[in-house]
């Protein structure tokens, strides 16, 4: 698929050329005569665009105008600005606003080829992502992600979504479990409310009560009567996260209700019918605790009819880029949706994710809020993610080049005290080195040079 460019040039014949320029390099082409023109192609969500190429003197609305509205709505598109009327001030204005590159005229086109094939370059993974997250509007859209992990996932939702069997939704602290039963409810015709509680979170001499309700005399303190959890969700969904903290004493209780469809409130005699969907979730291995009593055998078996594991984000890293832009934009300041240069993403897709979406997310958050221009870069992300982002870029290098394990070592040294700014003792902490080791390796490689 060609790259689709959209040149914003008010001159006729210039814009005609460099049509031709980047016809000839191969690239699709797409021309706006003023910036209102442009305004409406950039604002059109139907459009794919990969590269805008803009003047700043237009009819209508100026080229920096549409710098701050590219990076306020399309986020994965570079811009380059040309112009006649150059400054320092003008140009350090515009980059910070989030402009690639700033061209002055006269010029000479192989240098607005090579500007745009750097700028193409730099935002190709996001790009990338960008355009199949349009394409695929099946995808729900508080679900981020379109590797095939997640593909095959939402497919088991959109299909259980019409059952009415439990389901119990596994996967590592982080993954968005809960995000996937909503989307279950979503999926379902179910007219009821989706109910969450988290079973952690509640004492455990209160969860018989939080699940099936009381009487007014129940127990001492109880003065009025109340609705419990399953009563809430009548006709909808409840969803019990943690599933795996839920008391031992209290599990008998919950497999009768799965069974019976039958509640009790504490205090009362009578029981009440109930429709209520439950979806469960945990990050615990639940037939391990079968296996050491913990759990209920015959509950596990009853609430996992339908099993949907989250994969943890390491697993599916083509889905980074993609969330990385959703969260761009959840977090963009004063409007302006920032960009991300191509060594910050790289970084990114590096890191091992343990804490998943939930840390990549309170990453982007710190990092937009900190961020020092239109575009992050590596200085704007956690040193604990720069140094690890740099030492598996390192590890790549070292197997393309076949280094010795000494050669290794002090690359991943000296990349380590770079990282840490010339810090030794923050250096040495890193590394798990005794301060006076890090030292005598460091005179070592003094020497050698």
Not at 38 to 56: M, S
Not at 178 to 192: C, D, K, P, Q, Y
Not at 337 to 349: M, R, Y
Request: hydrophobic share 40%.
């Amino acid at each position: 698929m060609k790259d689709r460019i959209l040149i914003v040039e008010d001159d006729q014949d210039l814009r005609e050329l460099l049509v031709e320029v980047f016809d000839e390099e191969g690239f699709e082409t797409l021309t706006a005569k003023t910036g209102g023109a442009a305004r409406d192609i950039i604002l059109d969500e139907k459009e794919f665009l990969d590269l805008i190429v803009t003047d700043i003197q237009l009819p209508e609305m100026k080229g920096s105008e549409l710098v701050k509205l590219v990076r306020a709505n399309r986020a994965e598109t570079a811009v380059i600005v040309i112009t006649a009327f150059g400054s320092v001030e003008q140009a350090v204005e515009l980059v910070k606003n989030g402009a690639f590159q700033y061209i002055t005229k006269p010029f000479q086109t192989k240098d607005l080829i090579g500007a745009a094939s750097a700028a193409l370059q730099s935002t190709k993974a996001v790009r990338a992502a960008a355009r199949l997250r349009r394409e695929n509007t099946e995808i729900p859209a508080e679900i981020i992600g379109a590797s095939r992990q997640i593909r095959e996932l939402l497919d088991l939702v959109s299909r259980s979504g019409k059952s009415s069997s439990n389901v119990l939704i596994t996967g590592d602290s982080g993954t968005g479990k809960e995000l996937i039963a909503r989307a279950v409810h979503e999926a379902s015709n179910r007219t009821g409310e989706f109910v969450a509680v988290n079973c952690s979170a509640i004492p455990a001499e209160l969860v018989e009560s939080e699940l099936f309700g009381h009487t007014g005399q129940a127990f001492t303190g109880a003065k009025t009567a109340r609705v419990g959890l399953f009563e809430s969700a009548t006709n909808g969904t409840l969803f019990l996260d943690e599933i795996g903290e839920l008391p031992l004493a209290v599990q008998p209780k919950l497999l009768r209700v799965l069974q019976e469809n039958m509640i009790r409130r504490i205090g009362d005699n009578r029981e009440k019918s109930v429709n209520v969907r439950l979806i469960a979730a945990t990050n615990r291995d639940l037939e391990t605790a079968v296996a050491e009593g913990t759990f209920r055998d015959d509950l596990y078996w009853r609430l996992n009819v339908i099993h949907l594991h989250v994969p943890p984000l390491r697993e599916r890293i083509f889905d980074i880029p993609l969330l990385i832009e959703h969260f761009l934009h959840k977090y963009r300041r004063d409007g302006m949706t920032l960009a991300i240069s191509a060594e910050a993403l790289a970084i990114l897709t590096a890191y091992s994710w343990n804490g998943n979406v939930r840390e990549l997310e309170n990453t982007m958050e710190r990092a937009v809020a900190l961020a020092r221009g239109a575009i992050l870069t590596p200085e704007d992300l956690p040193e604990r993610i720069r140094s690890s982002g740099a030492n598996s870029a390192l590890l790549s290098r070292a197997k393309t080049e076949r280094m010795s394990l000494a050669e290794l070592e002090r690359e991943y040294i000296t990349e380590t005290l770079r990282e840490c700014g010339g810090n030794k003792s923050r250096t040495a902490e890193l590394l798990g080195l005794d301060r006076k080791t890090l030292y005598r390796k460091l005179d070592e490689y003094a020497r050698s040079n």
